[in-house]
C-alpha cells in the first residue's frame, strides 16, 4: 500500500505538470510547433475475429497469438494448436505449463499473466506416485478469464525476455472494454459450460462500469469478474475404461473459483493508471491452494515522440496446505512462493534521413522465494520440525536486468538490435552432507550463487514483396538456475549443488512471412509464416543419480561402474544432483502457419517439425519432479469450416495429428544410461473434433462441440499420467486421453 500510495503521489504530480504545460502551450499563440509523425503502415484483414493471429503472422519473426476461444478446446488444445508451442499435462497440478520447442519451467520459458512473470510450484501428492509427489511449474488461471495469448519463440522481445532461455508466453486477461459495449457505461459479460465425461460445468461473470472524468479525454472504469469451475474427479478413455483405474482418484474432484477486479484512471491523453488483483482458490488432491497476483500498471504517453513510459508493480503469492499424512512420512507441510517485480521501460521515436528509429530503454527487478514447513506426524500435537526431506525447495533467486532496442526502419528494410544485462544471486540454506561422503563445504553452509551475462540479439527483416517478406534473426539467451535445481532436497546437503551455473543458448532463425489477397477468389486473403530455427545450449542442467561406491566416493549411476565401483555400492546412500551438462545439447527444427479466409469459407494450418535430444532427469521418474519436456518429433492442427447466415453461424472441424512421441522409460533403474531412458509412445492417432456456434445477436451467443469423435483410445504426448512411476505395466491403462466428449456453452452480453 504504501508503494501505491507513492505512485499515486507521483502521479498527481506528473498531471498537474502536464496540465501545466498545456496550459502554457495553449497561452503562446505566438509561437507555431510542427510535430513530425513517423511513417503509418495501414494493414487491413477480413477475418477480424482472429485479429491477434494475423498480427502475429504479419510481424517478422516467431511469433503467434490466439484469442479467445471459442470452440469449446481446453487450454492444452489452444496452445498445441500453435506451432513450436506444446504443454506439460499434469491433471494432478490445476495449472497451465507452456513447453516452447522442447523446453519448459521456471527460467527456461517466461510464462506471464498481463505481463507479470509467474513462479508457482505445483506440488500434488497422489496414491499413484509410490509415495512420492507429482511436482511442476505451471501457472495458476482460469481459462474463462483468457481473452488472447502471445508466444514468442526464440528471439529478444524487452522484458518478456528476462531470464528467458527459449522465449515467452502472456495471457491477457479480460479487462473493461472486453465487458462494455463501444458507447456504454455498464456492461455485464457471462459465460457458461457444461461437458460431459468429466469436463464438468463452468461459469463466469463480470460486471464493468465506465464514464468520463477529469477531463473530455479522460475516463475512470472497474471491473470485477468471478469465475468457478465444478470438475468431475475422474473420466472415461476410447476404451471406456475409467481413469480412476490409472491415474485418478476422489481426490482430483474439485470446485476452483477465481475473483478479478480492474480499476483503470485516465485522467487525459496522457497519463493511464490500471491497478489489477487476481484471486485463485482450490481444494484438490490433498491440499489448499490459495494464489494472490496484484499489479500496478503507469503508462505516459505525452505530445512527444520521445517519451512512451511504461511502469509495472507486481506482487504475487502462492500457497499450498497439505492434509495430515498426505505424504507418507510427513504430517502437517506447507509450500509458499512469493514474487515481487519492477519493470520500468521507455521507448523514444524519432526520423533522421528518412530512416525512422524507436530505442527502447528498460529495467526488471524480480525477487522470488520459496519457503515450506514440514512437520513429522508423531502424534496429535504433531510439533517435530523436519526440514531435510523431498517435499520441496526452499531459497530466494534475485534478478536484476537492463534491457536495450534499437528498431531502425528505412523503406521495405527493418533491423531490431537488442542487448540485454542479467545479473543473478540464488541464496538458501545447504544442509551438512552425509558424513559417510565427501562434498564442500561438508557442514551446514549459507550459499549465495551470483553470475551475470550480456545477451545481444538481432533480427533482419526486409518486405520486398507483400508474398515475400524475408526476416533472419540470432539470439544469445541465458536463465539463471532456479531454487528446484540448486536447493534440491534430495538427501540432506547431499543434494545440493552450490556450483551449477545457469544455461546458454544460440539461436538462429531464418525464415519470411507471405500475404496474397485475391488468391482463390475475390475477396479472400492467404497468409504464409515459415521458420527454420537451431538452438544450441551450454551447460543444459538435467539430475543423475549418484550412490555410495567406495570410501566417501559418489558414482553417478549411468551404467558406466566399473567392476570395483559396483560391488562396492551402498544402496543406503543414495541421492539426485542437479547438473551442467559437459556437451552442448542441440534442437533444430521448422514451423510453418498459414491462414486461409475466403469469409465464407476458411482454414487454418500449423505444423511442427523438430529434433531435439536433451538429457532427461531422473529425479522426474523417481523423485516426482518435473517430467520429461521432449516433444513429439512432429505434429499438425488443422482448423478448417464455413460461415453460413451472414456469417452468424459457423461449422468447422479441429484436426489434430501428432508424430512419433517419447516418455521416460518408466521400467527403468539407476543403473541404465541416458540414452536407454526416452522410449518410443505407441502411435497417437489422428484425432478430429467438430465445433459449431451461433451469434443470434450482439448479446447471445451460443456454442457446441464434439471432441474425439471417433472415440480413439490414445495417450496425450506428455502427459504425466503416461510418463511417470504411477503406470503399471498392461496397454490398457496406459492410455490416458478422454474419449468422445460433448460439451456446450453460451456467453450473454449486454
Avoid: W
Avoid at 135 to 150: A, E, H, M, Y
Avoid at 405 to 415: M, N, S
Avoid at 637 to 654: F, P
Amino acid at each position: 500500500m504504501k508503494i501505491v500510495a507513492k505512485i499515486a503521489g507521483a502521479s498527481a504530480v506528473l498531471i498537474g505538470l502536464q496540465g501545466i504545460a498545456y496550459a502554457e502551450n495553449t497561452d503562446d499563440n505566438k509561437k507555431e510547433k510542427v510535430t513530425r509523425f513517423s511513417s503509418l503502415k495501414v494493414s487491413g484483414a477480413q477475418d477480424n475475429k482472429n485479429s491477434p493471429h494475423i498480427e502475429a503472422m504479419e510481424k517478422p519473426g516467431a511469433y503467434s497469438s490466439v484469442g479467445e476461444d471459442n470452440k469449446l478446446e481446453s487450454m492444452d488444445s489452444v496452445l498445441r494448436s500453435l506451432p513450436g508451442t506444446y504443454t506439460q499435462m499434469d491433471a494432478s497440478q490445476g495449472t497451465v505449463s507452456v513447453n516452447i520447442r522442447g523446453l519448459s519451467g521456471f527460467g527456461r520459458v517466461n510464462m506471464m499473466v498481463d505481463g507479470v512473470s509467474q513462479s508457482f510450484y505445483g506440488i500434488a501428492p497422489t496414491e499413484y506416485g509410490h509415495g512420492t509427489q507429482y511436482n511442476q511449474f505451471g501457472t495458476l488461471i482460469d481459462p474463462n478469464f483468457i481473452i488472447r495469448t502471445d508466444i514468442d519463440r526464440g528471439q529478444a522481445n524487452d522484458d518478456g525476455s528476462v531470464n528467458a532461455l527459449a522465449g515467452s508466453a502472456n495471457f491477457r486477461t479480460i479487462g473493461i472494454d472486453d465487458v462494455i459495449f463501444e458507447g456504454n457505461n455498464l456492461g455485464i459479460r457471462t459465460k457458461s459450460n457444461y461437458g460431459t465425461n468429466g469436463i464438468g460445468k463452468n461459469g463466469m461473470i463480470a460486471i464493468a462500469g465506465k464514464t468520463q472524468a477529469f477531463s473530455p479525454e479522460g475516463s475512470i472504469g472497474a471491473m470485477l469478474a468471478v469465475s468457478g469451475h465444478s470438475i468431475d474427479a475422474h473420466y472415461k478413455n476410447g476404451m471406456g475404461i475409467s481413469s480412476e483405474e490409472f491415474g485418478t482418484d476422489k481426490t482430483f474432484k474439485q470446485k476452483p473459483n477465481s475473483q478479478l477486479m480492474k480499476v483503470n484512471i485516465k485522467p487525459n491523453d496522457f497519463h493511464d493508471l490500471e491497478f489489477s488483483g487476481r484471486f485463485y482458490h482450490n481444494k484438490f488432491t490433498k491440499r489448499h491452494i490459495d494464489s494472490y497476483d496484484y499489479y500496478l500498471k503507469y503508462h505516459y504517453t505525452p505530445f512527444s515522440e520521445l517519451i512512451d513510459t511504461e511502469v509495472l508493480l507486481s506482487t504475487g503469492r502462492g500457497d499450498q496446505m497439505l492434509q495430515m499424512d498426505s505424504i507418507p512420512g510427513l504430517g502437517r507441510t506447507e509450500s509458499h512462493n512469493k514474487s515481487n517485480a519492477i519493470n520500468v521501460k521507455n521507448t523514444s521515436r524519432f526520423n533522421y534521413a528518412d530512416t525512422d528509429f524507436a530505442f527502447t530503454l528498460g529495467s526488471k527487478l524480480m525477487r522470488t522465494e520459496y519457503k515450506k514447513k514440514t512437520l513429522i506426524g508423531v502424534g496429535a500435537d504433531n510439533t517435530v520440525k523436519e526440514e531435510n526431506n523431498v517435499f520441496s525447495p526452499a531459497g530466494t533467486q534475485d534478478i536484476t536486468s537492463i534491457y536495450s532496442r534499437l528498431k531502425i526502419e528505412h523503406g521495405i528494410y527493418t533491423a531490431d538490435l537488442g542487448l540485454n544485462y542479467l545479473d543473478y544471486s540464488l541464496k538458501g540454506v545447504k544442509p551438512a552432507c552425509d558424513p559417510r561422503i565427501s562434498c564442500f563445504p561438508q557442514g551446514a553452509a549459507q550459499v549465495d550463487l551470483k553470475n551475470h551475462a550480456f545477451n545481444p540479439s538481432i533480427l533482419l527483416s526486409a518486405e520486398i514483396i507483400p508474398e515475400f517478406q524475408p526476416f533472419v534473426s540470432y539470439t544469445h539467451s541465458m536463465r539463471a538456475p532456479n531454487i528446484q535445481e540448486v536447493f534440491y532436497p534430495g538427501g540432506e546437503g547431499n543434494s545440493v549443488n552450490p556450483f551449477l551455473k545457469g544455461e546458454i543458448a544460440d539461436t538462429y532463425q531464418i525464415g519470411f512471412n507471405s500475404y496474397r489477397p485475391n488468391l482463390i477468389v475475390d475477396g479472400d486473403t492467404f497468409r504464409l509464416k515459415a521458420t527454420l530455427f537451431h538452438t544450441k545450449i551450454k551447460n543444459y542442467i538435467s539430475s543423475d543419480h549418484y550412490m555410495l561406491c567406495g570410501e566417501k566416493k559418489m558414482c553417478k549411476m549411468d551404467g558406466n561402474l566399473t567392476t570395483e565401483e559396483f560391488d562396492e555400492l551402498n544402496p543406503s546412500v543414495s541421492t539426485y544432483i542437479y547438473t551442467n551438462s559437459l556437451t552442448p545439447v542441440t534442437m533444430k527444427g521448422y514451423e510453418i502457419a498459414a491462414n486461409y479466409d475466403a469469409g465464407v469459407f476458411y482454414s487454418s494450418l500449423a505444423y511442427s517439425q523438430q529434433k531435439t535430444r536433451q538429457p532427461t532427469t531422473q529425479a522426474a521418474t523417481f523423485m516426482g519432479t518435473s517430467s520429461a519436456s521432449q516433444l513429439p518429433e512432429s505434429y499438425m492442427t488443422l482448423d478448417t469450416g464455413v460461415r453460413l447466415l451472414d456469417e452468424k453461424i459457423r461449422i468447422g472441424a479441429i484436426v489434430k495429428y501428432t508424430g512419433q512421441s517419447y516418455h521416460q522409460d518408466l521400467e527403468t533403474d539407476g543403473d541404465s544410461s541416458i540414452s536407454e531412458k526416452m522410449v518410443k509412445d505407441n502411435k497417437i492417432p489422428t484425432i478430429v473434433d467438430l465445433y459449431t456456434d451461433y451469434q443470434i445477436n450482439k448479446n447471445i451467443f451460443i456454442k457446441f462441440s464434439v471432441q474425439n469423435v471417433a472415440n480413439k483410445n490414445y495417450a496425450d504426448a506428455l502427459n504425466r499420467m503416461n510418463s511417470s512411476a504411477n503406470i503399471s505395466s498392461g496397454d490398457a491403462v496406459a492410455q490416458t486421453a478422454r474419449g468422445r466428449t460433448y460439451v456446450m456453452g453460451a456467453e450473454v452480453r449486454f
